[in-house]
Every structure is written in structure tokens, then in C-alpha cells.
């Protein structure tokens, strides 16, 4: 098949390329604009606790005062406010009141702070549109208002609250995305440049790959319209590495072939189609392994996840066809200029380092193993010490954001749960009034749950059939703390109600408490699921049913590895109470997923050069010495691209950059190189069982003639196929 798609797209480039840019423009003139939502219930399904209570507030208490927005005062010389600043902030209220901002629906003032040094205006938007982009227009649009009222006198104004971290997220987004793009770029020429000294070969992927950027992003746009799919603006950070990453790595791994068949004495035309049939299996089952193990995402209950999942595999896809088509077409049409002006493409280098490493694998195979293994092993231990936490929007921009700063200076001035108090709703199941007389009982033994501040009865419906409580937490909403904290006061709730009633509790600290329980469903579905689908196609690719199950517990091993690095290096190094609580999952099918692209890469060259006679330790030493450049630059390349999401300024981006670039580095010159191939030269011919994958396909076929590119530790000699079998 793969040699079909070859000689088509060989023999017709310019009209391959002529289909790409049509379905290009197509696509991108007609996608619909992609949403954003940074709302974090939007992630949870309906089933969840703190979804129904919202539900319920929503039913209950329409007009319920819940603030999007707080604009925190104090003075700029640090002083207690005065009765004249008092004043100035009833003023800025009131006026900001009258400028009837697009979806603010009632200002009003907050209370001050028991130091008297602070106090508050409190904005409510359209509970609609929580987490909506035009939330964050008016987030901006009441800091300039505030600002400009505030001028001429003695305070000092910040905005903070949900919109506002919406704006500052935004912002901080669209500042890391920037810096993302330009330092994927510089470092994808940069090390082309240094491999191949080719500036036509350096530039290439990145205008090919620019192309099915558009093209991608373009469906993406039609899938997350078409299925209703909540969008997040971290995806397009992603997105920018994922395409550049992974096209270059498809980009490799065909123009490494190409150079070799080139090598071997075949016609540039025919060079290309041998390096399409022979690296285009291993090439779609890798993207094959990726695009399975980010379809697994669906299953997740997460929003965030499940729009992430389809918008990575509709992307990796894109990816694939291009590598099976457009990149063999432009650069089939270039021909071997494309190395220009180097001409180390004419002949192999002599004494290669991978040559040297081939031998040492090939001489040693169980020493190799043994100490890869242990790498991975004792890395894996600071695994044990992972901790999550769940706030997103902190997580996801700097400290020095203006919503950030407020968050943390109202931490200091109120209750640490001040900003995000829980509500527990209680609702009558009969439709009968409640009784009153109970409330003052309720509020008492909600106050005396561990770790609350104060919880008291501040609302009833009109109809009297539903209260609401508001609990204060010692703990800001999105701690361990307070986790544990409204925990102990969901248990309180229920188990105190009275007969005839039911509570919910709701609020920031219950989203996180339920999406903590989601997560770690998520753990028990999505890891097994895409684990299973990965060796299931492992096994086709090696009619094998041994190799997928050490390869895929290789795998594993450097997932461990990752883990317990990043857990080091963020944790215990830089002091994170914990990291990203999505970290793992992502890390999981990233390092799973693309870690399973070189091991495929590597076995896959392993498995021929055992059809070419050779003993299963002689195979594993050329299949270094071969596919071990283009796994060491693919993986470099793909790591250093992942590596610039740590210049986004935000610990989310940054936990996720350090982690993913330094699973791939374990993947690729850990596993690839030396794990997985020592570990198939030890086990041998019973690695491929029940299969004969690695059996030679004619008799003598290692000893001559065979058409193919000879090797041995000594020499270098070719025998050439005119058919052109080999590349």
C-alpha cells in the first residue's frame, strides 16, 4: 500500500501539491472561528455534585448576587482608609454602576477588611456567559473605567475575580503562544541547519508544516462546532508544538530514508518512493499510536480533556497524510538539491557514532539493558511523592497578573475563603416548605466542620422550599486544605439534613473536589484504554503478541520516569505545592504515545535488518546504527519544541513543557536506543512469536545480493537492486 501511495504522489507532485493548496484555502476561508471557555464547571459532566448545585442556584435564586468581577481598593500609601476615601469608593461604585458595561448587571459595594486598610465593589455579569470571551472584554473594560475614576485620588484599584483571571489568562495565553512559535521555529532551523547543512532541507518542514497548521486547525474548528465541544485557550499553545513537533519528526523520518536509499545507488524519483514504502508503515503506525492515545481523551470527563483529544488527533492527522504525501511529492519534485549545498548525502560517514553505539549494544546486551532499566527505575520513584493541585487559572498566568495579585492580597486582608465561599443548598424533595425553625441548628454544625471559618442561613427562596448556606473556609478555594475541607462539608451536609430534604454543595472548592474525583476516573479509563489500543497496534505492525507487552511496559517505565522527575524538579526543587492535576494524563499520552513512535521507529528497523538474515544481536546493532540518527534528531527536535512552552511565564505550561520535553528525551535516547533494542536482541526470535516478523523472506537473503545496503563493523560496501526493493 505505502509503495502505491508513493509512486502515485512521486510520479504526480504538482498536482499533489495543487490539492493541498486548494483544500487548504477551502478549508481555512470556511472554518467557523474556534470558541474559548475558561470556566472550569464547564468541564464537568451533570452528574457531579457541584454542577447540580449550580443548577439548583440557577432554579432557586435567579438573581442571586454571584461576582464575576471585585475591584479591591486601598490606599497608595499602604494607610487605613479614610473617610474621605470612603467616599471615593461609594463614588466609583455608583459611577461605575451608570456606565452600563456589556454584560456587567449590577455593581455594588463589598465589605471592607477587619485591618480597615481595604474593602471592595462587587460586579455581577450574566451567569450565561461565565468563562465567555466577551466576559473578559468587560473585565477590561471596568479595570480602565475603575483606573480612570480612581485618578485625583489617595487609592489605589486592581480588578480581580473569575473575568478578570479570564482577561489575564487571555492575555498571558496569546504572550506564550507568541514565544512558543518563535522559539519552535528558531529551534527547528537551527538544528535542521546543524544536520543536515542544508538551508533548503532546514526551512522546508516549517513551510510544509506551516500549511498543515491551517489546514488542521481549520477542521479542528469544524469539530468542536459540529460536536459541541468546549475549547480552551492552553490548546492552542499545545496545538503550535504537536504540529511542528510531530511533522517534524514524520519529516525525518522519510528524508532520513531518502538520504539512505540515495546512498544505496537508487534513482532520486525511485529513492523517494523505496523511503516512502519502507518508513511509511512505521510512520502511520505511530501516528496511528498518537492519534489513539489522544482519542482516548474522549472517554475522559473532563471538558478540557475531551476537547483536547479529538483537536490533537484531527491535528496529528493532518500531520500524516502531509508525511505520506505532500513531503514526498516537494521534495521528490526538488530531487537531491534539497541537500545543497552539503554533499555528505553521497556517502555514509565513516566511523558514525551510531555505528560505534550499534556495536556496543550488539556486544553487550544485557549490560544495556540492566542499566537503562535502572535509569528509568530510580527515576520512577519520585512518582511516589505527586501531588495534584487544581487551580487552573493560577496555574495557567504568571503571579504578577493584576488578578492574580488581588487574589493574593485578598488572601491576606479577609478570609483565606472569602473570595470563593461555598453555598450549601438545602432543597425540600416534597415540594413542602421548609422549616425554619431548623435552619439556625444546620448552620451550626456546618460552622463546626474542620476547616471552616464561619457558615450561616443568607437566603430562601420565594417559595420557601430552598435555603441557602454560606460557608467560609479557613483555606483559599483551590487548596489541598480546602478540599479536604468542603469534603468534610458535603459529608455534614447530607448527613444532616433534615427528612424531606437534600443538600448540594456548590462553589469553587467543591468544582475542585469533583473534578479531583474525575481526574482520578480518568486515570482508571483512559490510561488502560489507550494502553491496550496502542499494543493492539503494536501487534499488527509486529504480528507479534510478546514485543507489545515489554514495549509497552518500557513505555510505562518512562512514564514513571517523567513523573518522578518533574516531581523533583517542580515539588521538591522549586517548592510547587503540587503539580497541575491534569499534568499527568496529558504527560501519560504524550510520553505513551510518542515514546511508542520511536520504539516503533526502532523496532521496525530491527525487524528488517533481521530479515536480512542477521542474528537478533547483530539486527539490534544496525537498527542503532541506522535508525538511530533519525530517532536521536527526531527526538532532540520534538523535546526542544515542547521545551519552549517553559517560556509561556505560567507554571501550567511550564510543568507541562519540562515534563513532556524530558519524557520524549527518555523515550528516544533511553528506551529507543538502548532498552528496547538490547532488551529484542536478549529475548530474540521469541520476541516476535507466533509471527516469523524478523525471519528472513528468502533463504540467504543476509548473505549477498539481496538488494540491499551492506554493512559490516569494518567496511562499507553496496549492492544495489535495480528493482529498487531496498531504501
Not at 543536515?196 to 474548528?221: C, D, E, M, Y
Not at 499527568?584 to 538474515?613: H, Q, S, W
Not at 533511553?670 to 533463504?699: C, K, N, Q
Not at 549492492?719 to 531504501?727: E, F, I, S, Y
Amino acid at each position: 500500500m505505502f509503495r502505491r501511495i508513493g509512486n502515485a504522489v512521486v510520479r504526480h507532485p504538482i498536482w499533489t501539491i495543487v490539492a493541498w493548496l486548494i483544500a487548504a484555502v477551502a478549508i481555512v476561508a470556511t472554518a467557523p472561528s474556534l470558541p474559548s471557555n475558561s470556566d472550569e464547571s464547564s468541564f464537568l459532566p451533570k452528574s457531579y455534585e457541584s454542577i447540580k448545585a449550580a443548577d439548583l442556584q440557577q432554579k432557586a435564586f435567579p438573581s442571586a448576587f454571584t461576582p464575576s468581577a471585585i475591584a479591591l481598593y486601598q490606599r497608595t500609601d499602604g494607610g487605613k482608609l479614610t473617610a474621605a476615601d470612603q467616599k471615593d469608593v461609594a463614588r466609583i461604585t455608583t459611577e461605575l454602576g451608570k456606565k452600563h458595561i456589556d454584560q456587567v448587571q449590577k455593581v455594588v459595594p463589598g465589605p471592607p477588611s477587619k485591618d480597615g486598610k481595604y474593602t471592595m465593589t462587587l460586579v455581577q455579569m450574566d451567569s450565561k456567559n461565565a468563562g465567555q470571551p466577551k466576559q473578559a472584554d468587560a473585565a477590561k473594560e471596568l479595570r480602565e473605567q475603575a483606573k480612570e475614576l480612581a485618578k485625583g485620588t489617595q487609592l489605589d484599584v486592581k480588578v480581580g475575580g473569575s473575568a478578570a483571571q479570564a482577561l489575564d489568562q487571555q492575555d498571558s495565553s496569546k504572550r506564550g503562544e507568541a514565544l512558543i512559535g518563535i522559539g519552535t521555529f528558531v529551534i527547528i532551523l537551527v538544528t535542521l541547519l546543524i544536520i543536515f547543512r542544508a538551508p533548503i532541507l532546514a526551512v522546508l518542514p516549517l513551510v510544509l508544516i506551516g500549511l498543515v497548521s491551517a489546514v488542521a486547525n481549520g477542521l479542528i474548528a469544524y469539530a468542536t462546532k459540529l460536536f459541541g465541544l468546549e475549547a480552551n485557550s492552553s490548546i492552542s499553545s499545545i496545538l503550535i508544538v504537536v504540529l511542528f513537533g510531530v511533522g517534524t519528526d514524520y519529516f525525518l523520518f522519510l528524508i532520513f530514508r531518502y538520504r539512505e536509499s540515495l546512498r544505496a545507488g537508487d534513482e532520486p524519483k525511485q529513492a523517494m518512493i523505496n523511503a516512502v514504502d519502507r518508513v511509511g508503515e512505521a510512520i502511520a503506525s505511530a501516528a496511528g499510536a498518537v492519534i489513539i492515545a489522544f482519542l482516548a481523551l474522549v472517554l475522559s470527563t473532563l471538558g478540557f480533556l475531551k476537547q483536547m483529544g479529538p483537536a490533537l488527533a484531527i491535528a496529528v492527522g493532518a500531520t500524516l497524510v502531509a508525511g505520506l504525501t505532500l513531503i514526498p511529492a516537494v521534495v521528490s519534485l526538488i530531487g537531491p538539491k534539497v541537500f545543497w549545498p552539503s554533499k555528505s548525502w553521497q556517502k555514509e560517514p565513516q566511523n558514525a557514532r551510531f555505528a560505534a553505539l550499534g556495536r556496543g549494544v550488539q556486544r553487550r546486551p544485557a549490560l544495556t539493558a540492566i542499566v537503562s532499566g535502572l535509569v528509568l527505575l530510580v527515576l520512577s520513584l519520585g512518582s511516589l511523592g505527586y501531588k495534584a493541585t487544581f487551580d487552573l487559572a493560577s496555574g495557567s498566568m504568571p503571579k504578577t497578573k493584576e488578578s492574580m495579585v488581588v487574589q493574593d492580597e485578598m488572601q491576606k486582608a479577609y478570609s483565606a475563603g472569602a473570595a470563593a465561599p461555598t453555598d450549601v443548598y438545602l432543597s425540600s424533595t416534597d415540594g413542602k416548605q421548609l422549616d425554619g425553625s431548623r435552619f439556625k441548628e444546620y448552620a451550626r454544625k456546618l460552622g463546626e466542620v474542620d476547616g471552616v471559618a464561619s457558615a450561616r442561613m443568607t437566603q430562601l427562596n420565594k417559595e420557601g422550599t430552598t435555603a441557602d448556606f454560606t460557608v467560609t473556609l479557613k483555606y483559599e478555594a483551590s487548596t489541598d486544605k480546602a478540599i479536604d475541607a468542603v469534603g468534610r462539608v458535603r459529608d455534614v451536609a447530607h448527613s444532616a439534613a433534615p427528612d424531606g430534604t437534600e443538600a448540594f454543595v456548590g462553589g469553587m472548592s467543591s468544582i475542585y473536589k469533583d473534578i479531583d474525583e474525575a481526574v482520578n476516573h480518568d486515570y482508571r479509563t483512559v490510561f488502560p484504554v489507550a494502553a491496550i489500543l496502542i499494543m493492539i497496534i503494536l501487534g499488527l505492525l509486529l504480528r507479534s503478541v510478546v514485543a507489545p507487552w515489554y514495549l509497552i511496559a518500557s513505555v510505562g517505565l518512562g512514564f514513571g520516569a517523567t513523573l518522578g522527575a518533574t516531581v523533583w524538579i517542580f515539588q521538591n526543587g522549586q517548592g510547587h505545592s503540587g503539580l497541575m492535576f491534569m499534568l499527568p494524563v496529558i504527560m501519560y499520552l504524550f510520553v505513551v504515545a510518542i515514546g511508542t513512535d520511536y520504539n516503533i521507529l526502532m523496532i521496525a528497523r530491527l525487524r528488517e535488518e533481521a530479515r536480512e538474515g542477521r542474528d537478533p544481536r547483530e539486527a539490534a546493532g544496525m537498527a542503532l546504527r541506522h535508525a538511530g540518527p533519525t530517532v536521536a534528531a527526531a527526538g532532540f527536535i520534538l523535546a526542544a519544541t515542547f521545551a519552549t512552552m517553559m517560556l509561556a511565564g505560567n507554571s501550567l505550561l511550564s510543568e507541562m513543557g519540562f515534563a513532556v520535553s524530558f519524557g520524549i528525551v527518555v523515550a528516544a535516547f533511553v528506551m529507543a536506543m538502548f532498552f528496547t533494542p538490547s532488551l529484542t536482541a536478549l529475548i530474540g526470535h521469541a520476541a516476535w512469536w507466533p509471527g516469523h516478523g524478523d525471519r528472513a523472506e528468502t533463504p540467504g537473503a543476509g548473505a549477498a545480493g539481496s538488494g540491499t545496503v551492506r554493512h559490516d563493523e569494518d567496511r562499507d560496501t553496496t549492492a544495489h537492486d535495480p528493482a529498487g526493493r531496498r531504501g
